[in-house]
């Protein structure tokens, strides 16, 4: 047996999955009442909120460490997302 869960899947392999959920044949549930459940599981996940501080030294931002995420000089990883910060000076 998988251990799997949703958050484990790729955007596609959980795009199949709703697609083959909803065109099943057996027990077909109507598109409206699972899009709703699903706005409802949405709404109700926790959000994490992750703080990062650091300094601007010679033009990089550098945060300190340690650090709740990956981070590297202008760069955070969040899953797997790479985040460059590119910051103006405006005068």
């Known amino acids: 047996m998988s251990e799997e869960t949703i958050q484990d899947l790729t955007t596609e392999d959980f795009n199949q999955l709703i697609d083959d959920f909803v065109a ?13 459940a699903m706005a409802e599981l949405e ?12 300094r601007v030294v010679n033009g990089e931002i550098i945060f300190d460490t340690p650090a709740p995420l990956l981070v590297e000089p202008n760069t955070l990883y969040v899953g797997d997302t790479k985040v460059t910060l590119k910051l103006r000076l405006v005068a």
């Open 24 to 36: 099943r044949e057996d027990d077909r549930i109507e598109p409206s009442i699972f899009l709703t």
């Open 43 to 54: 709404r109700a996940r926790a959000v994490r909120e992750v703080e990062l501080t650091g």
